[in-house]
């Protein structure tokens, strides 16, 4: 089985101002996700839903121990990568599909999926 990261990419002003109810059907649709995985032969392996951009910090230099640490997000965009997941699959093309029902929320506009390199 390859192993696919699952990068979710999420608009955080959205996320802020959801009602509870929208937090609710998001934390749903994840715990249908993961359940999908199972069944229709996948296997989550790790994962996790990230702090806000704004707790990031960034390492920047050249060398060891020459390295400047500035707070927030790498890049400036209205949409961070908000959580992930870590997918065992020989199926990509359905692992595809089964983000469908990441995609069906307000939360997550795109899904991306990478196989992993084995080191």
């Known amino acids: 089985m390859t192993q696919y ?10 996320y802020a101002t959801a009602t509870d109810q929208e937090k609710q059907e998001l934390h749903t649709a994840h715990t249908e996700f993961v359940e999908l995985l199972g069944t229709r032969g996948h296997k989550m392996v790790g994962g996790a839903q990230l702090t806000p951009s ?5 390492a920047r230099g050249s060398a060891l ?3 400047t640490v500035t707070d927030g997000p790498f890049a400036e965009s209205a949409e961070q990568v908000a959580g992930y997941y870590l997918v065992e699959s020989d199926d990509v093309d359905d692992l595809a599909q089964v983000c469908g029902r990441l995609l069906s929320t307000p939360f997550h506009p795109a899904v991306e999926i990478r196989p992993t390199v084995a080191m």
């Not at 704004?54 to 960034?58: E, G, L, S």
């Open 54 to 58: 704004t707790h990031a910090r960034v």
């Open 5 to 14: 990261l699952v990068l979710l990419p999420s608009p955080e002003a959205r």
């Open 65 to 67: 121990d020459d390295v």
